[in-house]
């Protein structure tokens, strides 16, 4: 294989601009990428926030007997389980004080 004079850097110079030029267009996609990854964050805990609210909506008052004495707690229904006791009242207090 010979080379012509003057052609012996061609082919790396060709790389370093075709590197330089993925690196410009990535950089001008991060902030775009990045807001739609915000995006969906926001969805998912807006979504969330949505089905725990309505869960709180249906809570539930309950009751049980223990060593004689009654006990009450509180017990939240959430994608088929129970969110009870000292986490179902803190949900319970936040969503009456963000219902303000």
């Given at each position: 294989m010979s080379r012509r004079r003057g052609e012996s850097g061609y082919s790396l110079v060709a790389l370093l601009a075709a590197i330089a030029v993925m690196m410009?267009?990535?950089?001008?996609?991060?902030?775009?990428?990045?807001y739609v990854m915000r995006n969906d964050a926001e969805e998912e805990l807006l979504s969330r926030?949505?089905?725990?609210?309505?869960?709180?909506a249906r809570?539930?008052?309950?009751?049980?007997?223990?060593?004689?004495?009654?006990?009450h707690y509180l017990a939240i229904p959430f994608e088929g389980r129970?969110?009870?006791?000292?986490?179902?009242?803190?949900?319970?207090?936040?969503?009456?004080?963000?219902?303000r």
């Open positions: 410009i267009l990535l950089a001008a996609a991060m902030p775009s990428w990045r926030g949505g089905q725990i609210a309505d869960a709180i809570y539930q008052r309950r009751q049980y007997r223990f060593r004689g004495r009654h006990r129970y969110i009870w006791g000292a986490t179902a009242g803190m949900l319970y207090n936040l969503c009456r004080l963000l219902r």
